[in-house]
């Protein structure tokens, strides 16, 4: 996306002002800086600024006295001022429109919902600069007039051509309806917007009849209403012009269009009335405000499936923990091993849900490698193949490769078998499967997820089936997650949240073609390497529990995780200290003689996150090995974080099993 204007940026944190400078240039934006609502206030009377995003927090003058004054000089009271905010607090929302802000936007900010606020409000800004530079014309104009006062017909001219002139300013076309001949009359701007010929003559029954069948009998009976009770007729909606509905097109030639008119006065001796009136393509304007409003529903959702997701994720650790206790103590009869077994696959499997769910919450750290999709894709089809059933045939085209790219097998392998599972349950009376993948350069193809357009070469991963297909009508909210079409039951409603969050995650794109009745294909598009891959590391299989022996100290907030992490680990031989609080932790680490072999920190604590805990430590004792553990990482760097002396990361739920071998090699390795 690229656009043009200049923004004035406000903020008295410089990291803030680089970030968002770099932002606004890379998108085509000429962008100036200030540190204080003071500089702001001078920059302004320097040279004029098409918008301003401003900070509300700032020493000395904020943002909301900054604004304030602003709007006392005429020079600058009509510039669109955006208040950024950490605090998203009602009052300060509210404050912010009182004192003459046109938005509001949250820190920390999305750069697509920063980029499409800005993009937005330049625009209205640039269509109310141009109304009133034509106003400002048709002000001098009509002075001129009242000194000419010409003849009757001199005047009419001269207040068409005026009128040409607004239009033109504001890119509307205009248009007029006699409803007793039924024509329908429109000038060169609005033929243009229509997509209508020279020669292309219509009624207005026809113009309805573009619209959707639904939407038919309502405009007509809105325009009826309006031409009965002179009043003012207003429609929005897609249009697709004749030609293109005849020959069944209905993608790029549809646009969204907006129609606004009043009958005219009758005319001399009684003459009919006509309808007039101005029509302009809000296509653009559109898809801007769906991108901003399905960014702030996926970003809502996200927080709501992150914050379960970690609350869940303690549940299900104390879960397999005393699961794993349980084996420890002897399991008993066969019957009661057989019990364990169904409890702790019910909780692996309510594991790899809630990773699901934090992968669309991008709350996962996404640990990547250098994966041949070719041998993946090969992988991934095999285990497909013994899930769809002999009603449905499996075709993949994959290339003898290698395609190479950056990112998680695990996530990659996931969401293609995601997709197959959908195209199954699409097709209940059987049908054809087709994977396939390919290098290709691609020229302005839709993204589903970022709702815009996008280039580029890539890996594209196509799964197309041949069942039901998918309504337009929910296309926008079947990457939500628990949102499912199947019967109760039958599923979760986060596989396709799940395929979101890896495309998020891996910085590509998705396109869907769907409808109802002719089936339904997903491309992923992922940016390839000419790389070669490296070799897949071979997985560990889970070996018997080993005791061992040392001394650990334990911290995590939730009282109950920690005490059951420490009954396993005592159960296997370990010695261990438990605390609940980062201060007490660090104290701890400080005070005790020996020091601790080894500590295990939760990441997530409401006073202090394990992240700073494990700093302090390292601080204090530069050799300490310290292992966090979390659900998600709550944006902390795992990398950062290992590059300054973390010993391992492990994510919950934690298995006893796991914990005490990975100690158990962490000790093994320390230099003695």
């Given at each position: 996306m690229s656009s043009d204007g200049e923004v004035l940026l406000v903020d008295d944190t410089p990291e803030n002002l680089r970030v968002l400078s770099d932002l606004l240039r890379d998108h085509g934006l000429k962008v100036r800086v200030a540190s204080s609502g003071t500089m702001a206030l001078r920059s302004v009377q320097a040279r004029r600024p098409d918008l301003i995003l401003l900070d509300v927090q700032m020493p000395e003058l904020d943002g909301f006295e900054t604004c304030r004054r602003l709007r006392l000089d005429p020079a600058s009271a009509t510039i669109p001022v955006l208040f950024l905010s950490a605090s998203d607090a009602a009052a300060d929302r509210i404050e912010s429109f009182r004192v003459g802000g046109e938005d509001f936007i949250s820190k920390p900010f999305q750069a697509e919902e920063v980029l499409a606020r800005v993009t937005t409000h330049l625009a209205l800004g640039r269509t109310r600069q141009a109304l009133d530079q034509a106003n400002a014309r048709l002000s001098d104009q009509v002075l001129a007039e009242t000194n000419r006062r010409g003849d009757a017909e001199t005047v009419a001219a001269e207040r068409l051509a005026r009128l040409d002139l607004v239009l033109a300013a504001a890119t509307l076309g205009a248009w007029e309806i006699d409803p007793v001949s039924a024509a329908f009359r429109c000038d060169e701007r609005a033929r243009a917007i229509l997509g209508l010929a020279a020669e292309h003559q219509l009624a207005w029954s026809d113009i309805i009849q573009t619209f959707p069948q639904a939407e038919q009998e309502g405009i007509a009976l809105r325009f009826e209403r309006a031409l009965r009770n002179r009043g003012s007729f207003d429609l929005e909606g897609w249009w697709t012009p004749p030609v293109a509905a005849a020959a069944g097109g209905d993608g790029p030639a549809r646009t969204r269009i907006r129609l606004r008119g009043r009958p005219l006065p009758p005319r001399a001796g009684g003459g009919a009335v006509q309808m007039a009136g101005v029509i302009w393509d809000i296509t653009e304007e559109h898809q801007l405000r769906d991108r901003l409003i399905q960014s702030e529903r996926?970003?809502?959702?996200?927080?709501?499936?992150?914050?379960?997701?970690?609350?869940?994720?303690?549940?299900?650790?104390?879960?397999?923990?005393?699961?794993?206790?349980?084996?420890?103590?002897?399991?008993?009869?066969?019957?009661a091993a057989a019990h364990l077994d169904n409890i702790s696959k019910a909780a692996e499997a309510s594991t790899i849900l809630i990773r699901d769910l934090l992968t669309f919450a991008k709350r996962r750290d996404l640990e990547r490698s250098t994966i041949d999709l070719c041998q993946l894709l090969r992988q991934t089809v095999q285990m497909a193949s013994r899930s769809l059933g002999t009603a449905i045939t499996l075709t993949a085209a994959i290339p003898a490769g290698p395609i190479v790219v950056s990112g998680n097998a695990g996530q990659l392998e996931n969401a293609i078998l995601n997709l197959c599972i959908n195209a199954r349950d699409a097709m209940p009376d059987g049908g054809r499967l087709s994977l396939s993948l390919e290098r290709r350069a691609v020229e302005q193809a839709f993204c589903q997820v970022s709702r815009r357009a996008f280039s580029g070469d890539f890996a594209v991963l196509t799964v197309a089936d041949t069942g039901i297909g998918i309504p337009e009508s929910i296309q926008g909210r079947i990457f939500e997650p628990f949102f499912t079409t199947k019967p109760e039951g039958k599923g979760t409603g986060l596989g396709l949240s799940a395929v979101l969050g890896c495309v998020v995650a891996h910085g590509g794109y998705l396109s869907l073609d769907s409808a109802a009745g002719r089936g339904t294909t997903v491309s992923l598009y992922l940016g390839s390497s000419a790389a070669p891959a490296a070799s897949t590391p071979v997985s560990v299989a889970t070996t018997a529990m080993q005791h061992r022996t040392g001394r650990v100290l334990l911290l995590d907030d939730q009282a109950t995780v920690r005490e059951v992490l420490a009954d396993g680990l005592r159960h296997l031989g370990w010695e261990v200290t438990t605390v609940a609080d980062p201060d007490a932790a660090i104290a701890a680490w400080q005070q005790t003689q020996p020091r601790f072999a080894i500590g295990l920190i939760d990441l997530i604590m409401p006073k202090q996150s394990g992240a700073g805990v494990f700093r302090a430590i390292r601080r204090a004792d530069p050799g300490a090995l310290i292992v966090l553990m979390s659900g998600h990482t709550a944006g902390e760097n795992i990398d950062a974080l290992r590059q300054d002396g973390l010993a391992a990361f492990i994510e919950k739920p934690v298995r006893i099993r796991q914990l005490s071998q990975l100690m158990g090699t962490l000790l093994e390795g320390r230099p003695q």
């Open positions: 996926m970003e809502a959702l996200g927080l709501l499936a992150g914050g379960v997701a970690h609350d869940f994720n303690n549940q299900l650790a104390i879960i397999t923990a005393e699961v794993d206790i349980l084996h420890l103590d002897g399991a008993g009869s066969p019957q």
